[in-house]
């Protein structure tokens, strides 16, 4: 069977899926919008048409030519999208198509992971447009809330995690630091908490930040949190507290995971929450909100901790919990919630297990379609 696979930016993630999906004896043919992985997928017999301009808009009348012309020269058994309304609308355009009318159409995007952008009209519209024939969600979480708001009874609607490469993780986490202010200010003796991201609403780092307020000072002095990624204003609003460290924006923020003794994902929305997912297959395990999937990704008290969102008191509590364990019994138990996480990851998170899911799903919707 071949499948059309269109993204407008292939990751490490997708590279290793369609490799997979290779190996399970599909043939893909890739179209992405960025030409890193092309090279690697065609040494790996793959065939991979870099497009630049498949990202440029929704309507890319220069573009669809193109793509009808790749379909006719392929004719796919199904057409799957990944990332992004622009590759959707106009990959929907072209198989509206007569010669193209059956062939199936799924779409799979992270950004249907929040809410906000669900109840975008753009979203709305890849999702009840006639043309798309499925959905996957990246949660049950998600697949539920799209049930309930948009009444997507007459779609093919499922769920599939995005798979992790445990190898590729491994890698990056071996590599050195080599990080000035990482090395100035991490201690061992101290309870070292770190949190991934943007400073978006929906991250809640704002009940973090109200979480460790409350701790006695006696803890907080003790307790440090390390932002990777972009912070924007709290790194002035807290630069005269020192439980905070502000690394910024890390390429490869994998090579740090090992330095910390728990990661923190207090969203107050998430579709998954796939840095919760990279964390725990390194053996970080998560002390997370119940927002959205993240107790799809999280065994509380096994593999990490959850909290009730929006709660900075019970929040609060966990992190006053762990730190009286002590440094000895605090270690002892990130590590043994570390090789519970990942052993739960490789159960229902790697690129194995998520690709048979996907191709369980490319069936389905072929029986669908017929």
Not at 74 to 90: A, F
Not at 161 to 172: I, T
Not at 329 to 340: V, Y
Request: charged fraction near 25%; glycine fraction near 6%.
């Amino acid at each position: 069977m071949k499948v059309l696979y269109a993204s407008e930016y292939i990751d490490h993630i997708e590279y290793a899926q369609i490799l997979k999906l290779k190996d399970l004896g599909w043939v893909p043919v890739v179209v992405t919008g960025t030409p890193e992985f092309v090279d690697h997928l065609k040494n790996n017999s793959v065939e991979a048409i870099f497009f630049k301009d498949l990202s440029k808009s929704r309507v890319n009348k220069e573009l669809r030519p193109k793509l009808l012309s790749l379909l006719k020269k392929h004719v796919p058994d199904i057409v799957y999208t990944v990332h992004g309304n622009r590759v959707t609308s106009n990959f929907r355009a072209v198989l509206s198509n007569k010669r193209f009318k059956r062939t199936p159409f799924l779409t799979y995007r992270g950004i249907i992971g929040n809410t906000n952008f669900i109840k975008n009209p753009e979203s709305i519209l890849t999702f009840n447009h006639p043309r798309t024939d499925g959905v996957l969600a990246t949660s049950f979480a998600v697949k539920n809330y799209l049930q309930k708001q948009l009444l997507l009874k007459n779609k093919y609607l499922g769920v599939m995690y995005p798979g992790v490469d445990e190898n590729f993780l491994k890698e990056k986490a071996s590599e050195s630091i080599d990080d000035e202010i990482f090395n100035k200010h991490h201690q061992k003796d101290k309870l070292n908490f770190c949190v991934l991201g943007t400073d978006r609403k929906s991250k809640g780092f704002t009940y973090l930040v109200e979480a460790i307020s409350l701790l006695p000072d006696t803890i907080k002095t003790k307790i440090r949190v390390y932002y990777i990624g972009d912070p924007k204003e709290w790194e002035q609003t807290l630069k005269d507290d020192k439980s905070y460290v502000f690394l910024g924006y890390k390429k490869n923020p994998f090579k740090y995971f090992k330095k910390f003794d728990f990661m923190v994902m207090p969203s107050f929305q998430e579709g998954l929450g796939r840095a919760s997912v990279e964390a725990s297959m390194l053996g970080l395990p998560v002390i997370a909100s119940n927002a959205g999937g993240l107790t799809e990704v999280i065994k509380n008290s096994q593999t990490g901790f959850v909290f009730k969102r929006c709660n900075s008191e019970e929040l609060s509590r966990k992190i006053s919990y762990i730190y009286k364990l002590g440094p000895q019994k605090w270690s002892a138990l990130s590590n043994k919630m570390g090789i519970k996480s990942a052993a739960y990851m490789r159960e229902k998170f790697i690129a194995d297990v998520t690709v048979k899911t996907l191709i369980s799903h490319f069936s389905a919707l072929l029986v669908k379609k017929k």
